[in-house]
C-alpha cells in the first residue's frame, strides 16, 4: 500500500506570494490533517478534513485554508505569504480520526524569501 | 491554556540500556496519549496510543504508561540500540476538538555504540 505522498517536497515563495500544497492519503483513509512543524514552534495542527469537511481547526489566521476532494485528496493554500510561514508543512491521513494510526506524509519544506 | 511538556534536552544513553522519555500535560484531562518517532528530514511515524482507561502499553521493546492522576506518561525503550536513535513525540487531543492533536516539542534520543 502506497503511504502518503505530499507535494511538491520543497518550494521557495517570495513575501506576498500565495503557495497551494497537495496531500494523498493513503487509499481508505477519509481523514486527512495538516501540521505546521518549525524549530521554535514543534508541530501544530492547521486544520483536519474528513469526507470533505472541516472538522477542526488549529489557531492559524485565516490565510491559512484548505480543503478535500471526494478522494479524500487535500490541499491547503496559503495567501499572502510572510516569512514566519517558512515551515515543513505536513499532512497525516487515518482511517477515521486521531484515534486511529496517523500517517505522516514526507512534508513539504515551504521557504519565504 | 492546554500544554504539555517533554524534556527539551537530548537524552544520552549507552547501548543496551532503557531509555525513559517522560511527557507531562496540563489543565485537562485527554482520553487518549499518542507517541511519534520522527528523523531528521521526515514526517512523525506512529508507535503507540494509550488510552485514559489503560495504566500501561507495551509493543515489542516499547512500553508506555499513562497516569491521569499525576498528568504524566512516560515512554520506555528496553534494550535501547543506536538504530533508536531520534526524536520521539507525545501527542494529545485538545479538548473540545477530538480529531485536533496537540504535540509536544518533543525529546532527542541518541543511543551510544
Known amino acids: 500500500k502506497a503511504g502518503v505522498t505530499q507535494t511538491p517536497r520543497y518550494l521557495i515563495k517570495t513575501r506576498g506570494q500565495q503557495v497551494t500544497l497537495s496531500c494523498s492519503p493513503i487509499s481508505g483513509h477519509r481523514s486527512v490533517s495538516w501540521y505546521q512543524q518549525t524549530p521554535g514552534q514543534g508541530l501544530q495542527f492547521l486544520f483536519e478534513?474528513?469526507?470533505?469537511?472541516?472538522?477542526n481547526k488549529g489557531n492559524f489566521p485565516g490565510r491559512f485554508s484548505g480543503r478535500q476532494f471526494s478522494n479524500s485528496r487535500s490541499e491547503m493554500n496559503v495567501s499572502t505569504l510572510e516569512l514566519g510561514d517558512s515551515a515543513l508543512y505536513l499532512c497525516?491521513?487515518?482511517?477515521?480520526?486521531?484515534?486511529?494510526?496517523?500517517?505522516f506524509g514526507p512534508g513539504t519544506r515551504l521557504t519565504v524569501l | 491554556s492546554q500544554k504539555i511538556e517533554q524534556n527539551s534536552e537530548a537524552l544520552n544513553i549507552q547501548e543496551g540500556k532503557t531509555a525513559t522519555l517522560t511527557c507531562n500535560y496540563t489543565n485537562y484531562s485527554p482520553a487518549y496519549l499518542q507517541w511519534y518517532r520522527q528523523d531528521p528530514g521526515r514526517g512523525p511515524v506512529f508507535l503507540l496510543l494509550i488510552r485514559e482507561n489503560e495504566k500501561e502499553k507495551r509493543k515489542e521493546r516499547l512500553k508506555v504508561t499513562f497516569d491521569t492522576t499525576l498528568k504524566q506518561s512516560l515512554f520506555h525503550i528496553t534494550a535501547s540500540q543506536p538504530a533508536d536513535s531520534a526524536t520521539y513525540l507525545c501527542?494529545?487531543?485538545?479538548?473540545?476538538?477530538?480529531?485536533?492533536?496537540?504535540f509536544g516539542a518533543g525529546t532527542r534520543l541518541a543511543v551510544h555504540p
Open positions: 478534513y474528513f469526507s470533505e469537511t472541516q472538522r
Open positions: 497525516a491521513s487515518s482511517v477515521e480520526g486521531s484515534t486511529d494510526t496517523q500517517y
Open positions: 501527542a494529545l487531543p485538545l479538548s473540545g476538538g477530538y480529531n485536533k492533536l496537540i
